[in-house]
Nanobody, 121 residues
Framework: QVQLVESGGALVQAGGSLRIFCTAS????????MAWYRQTPGKQREFVAQ???????KYADSVKSRFWISRDNKKNTVYLQMNNLKPEDTAVYYC???????????????WGRGTQVTVSS
């Protein structure tokens, strides 16, 4: 089985920085895209950033120039460096990975359980 586990969520002050990360484990053949999403109570989960296996990145407009996504393929880990945090960045951050698991004939999306990031004003 494949598991994604996020870590690093914390309470930070506005203007501060935080790095969260997510590690995929289990029977993994290959990982395509790794991404971050976030969700606040009563709202839909929204896209934050993604990084393909080829190194292409994409960011939501609201986080461009403040957040940076990176990955360590050897560790099956994706990072999200968040700078100049704002109260509106407060959310549960979820890791997503599109990957080929052992025994599967096709890639599928997997999700972590989330890590809470709270930004105080």
């Amino acid at each position: 089985q494949v598991q994604l586990v996020e870590s690093g969520g914390a309470l930070v002050q506005a203007g501060g920085s935080l790095r969260i990360f997510c590690t995929a484990s289990g029977s993994i053949i290959s990982i395509n895209t790794m991404a971050w999403y976030r969700q606040t109570p009563g709202k839909q989960r929204e896209f934050v950033a993604q990084l393909t296996s080829g190194g292409s990145t994409k960011y939501a407009d609201s986080v461009k120039s403040r957040f940076w996504i990176s990955r360590d393929n050897k560790k099956n880990t994706v990072y999200l460096q968040m700078n100049n945090l704002k109260p509106e960045d407060t959310a549960v951050y979820y890791c997503n990975a599109n990957l080929m698991a052992g025994g599967s004939d096709y890639s599928a999306d997997y999700w972590g359980r989330g890590t809470q990031v709270t930004v105080s004003s």
